[in-house]
């Protein structure tokens, strides 16, 4: 690493009619302040504007000529804590963003007489042109993105929202960034957002407000650099992604700071070029069934939402080799597309490291006795914790947790947050009570992974399958995807119910219909598992009677008995 380039902006004093801030300066002093204490002097590169400086057009020229000069062996990092609005964009956007919304940056000078925001599609252009020269480039953007009038109790108990009114008027298209887009028009080229290869750190979902703390300061700014500063700088991103959602919502509870990468920025690359102190777990890479296939899926952590592409680095032994992307991600194995690889061999077995941002572990609140939570902090520092789907938190923030590790009396404890019903137990402030625990919530994280596991990216015609669950001496089936069962207790007896369930499958591929049953204490059974061949008739499903698959539900303690297809 040889240099590092900021451009630290901050706006509190915007016109009456945008609303005035207070924590925006704080913001950036802290970050200098950070940075000169971690990086030094020698090779810190800062330029900073607040206030009246920062308009659209100094936020612009200084992006250019000081964020340009970084190099390939330099870092660069553009810091903003201010206002984030909605626009009305140039309508020649709509096809890429069918809302019709730009969501950008409020400069000093946004909401003057014929001024516009810095756009988020005006960033895109920025940064590419940075991109030019390969640097570690990062993006931390502290305001809100969304224009939201929905009022919860957050906006009594925290300082203020940084967001502003939006404008609906629609902007030209000759107006974004010297007519860089309208430009590509006249010189007959296809209107394309230029792509680079960085990563974006911001306070909080598109739909969500960034909120400033009661002593002036942005949430997400103070709560990063707490996080760094109690970490070190030799913290991954990944990791530090997932401390700083967690820390967060001891302020806020409806702001989620959100990490994205883009043009295989690798998640696990260390914080503005640091080496990290942890590497990423690696997986198997095969090829199998005519298709190259990871073996890792949605229980191992891997999002299956479709717009959630899962990026690898691809290596033969220590040896990079190329990248590999998600096509189809599985329960436990992900087909994949190999990327920018020049020769492989099918019988060859490549490794895989993930360079996306994972899903957010399950959050387990850990509380009691300071003896006991260090026994458990310590074991789960002490062994490969990547794969274990769950991380604890100490900062009890004001929201519930679905579950909390209790240390009290010499035991540790497994409860359920919202009732403290015990799930388990172990006795002693020992690494061998901790580990044993761990399995129990490893084995919940996965239960809890596979409960809301689907798989918006299938390439299954989902018309093709038809299922349907027929009560037993009804004569029509239950028309929703979700059914719920009230058991009834009948004198000493609990309600039997019995149903029969069919399905067809109408592809042109064998397919596997499972039946699973998930637990209160949270296992997991397969009553059902057999292939079926294409038919174009409804058949029924069956377990062991030839003719008819039946399955009894009896209810524990009066409870509903949910059913999902």
């Not at 997932?242 to 994205?260: D, G, I, L, S």
């Not at 717009?307 to 590999?324: N, P």
């Not at 520092?381 to 009396?409: C, I, K, Q, W």
């Not at 377990?543 to 008995?561: M, N, V």
Request: include cysteine.
């Amino acid at each position: 690493m040889n240099k590092i380039y900021v451009l630290s902006v901050g706006i509190n004093d915007y016109s009456p009619t945008v609303g005035k801030l207070r924590g925006c300066l704080n913001d950036v002093e802290a970050l200098k302040d950070y940075l000169t204490d971690t990086i030094g002097r020698d090779k810190l590169r800062l330029e900073t504007l607040t206030d009246s400086d920062a308009t659209r057009e100094n936020i612009i020229k200084l992006f250019r000529s000081h964020l340009g000069k970084a190099g390939a062996d330099d870092v660069v990092l553009f810091h903003y804590s201010g206002h984030g609005a909605r626009c009305r964009a140039a309508k020649e956007f709509k096809r890429f963003y069918p809302d019709g919304w730009d969501e950008g940056l409020v400069c000093y000078d946004s909401r003057e007489t014929g001024g516009f925001d810095l756009a988020d599609k005006e960033l895109a252009v920025l940064l590419a042109e940075v991109a030019r020269n390969a640097p570690h480039i990062a993006v931390f953007l502290d305001s809100c993105h969304s224009g939201s009038a929905t009022r919860k109790a957050d906006d009594f108990l925290q300082g203020r929202p940084r967001f502003t009114h939006e404008i609906k008027e629609e902007r030209p298209l000759d107006s974004y960034l010297d007519g860089y887009y309208s430009k590509l028009l006249q010189q007959n080229e296809s209107l394309i957002i230029p792509a680079s290869q960085h990563i974006l750190l911001a306070a909080c979902e598109r739909v969500q407000k960034a909120w400033e703390t009661r002593d002036h300061r942005g949430v997400f700014t103070t709560t990063f650099l707490d996080t760094l500063n109690a970490s070190g700088p030799d913290i991954s991103y990944a990791d530090l992604f997932m401390r700083v959602r967690t820390v967060v919502r001891r302020y806020a509870e409806n702001q989620t700071p959100q990490f994205e990468t883009y043009q295989r920025f690798n998640a696990y690359s260390g914080f503005l070029g640091h080496d990290a102190s942890a590497s990423t777990r690696s997986y198997h890479v095969y090829f199998k069934d005519d298709e190259w296939k990871a073996e890792c899926g949605a229980l191992h952590g891997l999002p299956s939402d479709s717009d959630k592409m899962v990026e690898f680095a691809l290596y033969r032994g220590e040896e990079l080799i190329g990248h590999a992307e998600t096509v189809q991600v599985g329960p436990q194995e992900s087909v994949v597309e190999l990327l920018d690889v020049a020769e492989v061999n099918p019988e060859e077995q490549l490794q895989a490291r993930i360079t996306s941002l994972p899903v957010p572990p399950l959050q387990v609140d850990l509380n009691g006795d300071e003896q006991g939570i260090k026994i458990v902090l310590d074991c789960f520092a002490s062994v490969d914790n990547r794969a274990f789907g769950f991380a604890f938190s100490t900062d009890h923030p004001a929201v519930e947790y679905t579950y909390t590790l209790v240390a009290e009396n010499d035991k540790l404890l497994l409860r359920e947050g919202k009732n403290g019903r015990l799930i388990q137990g172990a006795e002693g402030y020992t690494f061998v009570a901790a580990e044993y625990l761990f399995s129990v919530l490893q084995r919940i994280a996965t239960w809890d992974r596979a409960v809301t596991l689907q798989n918006n990216s299938t390439r299954m015609d989902k018309e093709a399958v038809q299922f349907q669950l027929i009560e037993d001496g009804a004569e029509t089936p239950f028309a929703d995807d979700e059914i719920t069962f009230d058991i009834m207790q009948e004198e000493d007896e609990w309600r039997e119910i019995t149903f029969k369930l069919q399905a067809d499958n109408r592809t042109a591929q064998p397919l596997h219909f499972a039946v699973a049953y998930f637990s209160d204490d949270f296992g997991v059974q397969v009553l059902y598992n057999e292939r079926i061949e294409p038919t174009d008739e409804l058949f029924e499903c069956n377990r062991s009677d030839p003719s008819h698959f039946f399955y009894a539900a009896r209810g524990r303690g009066g409870t509903s008995s949910p059913w999902r297809r």
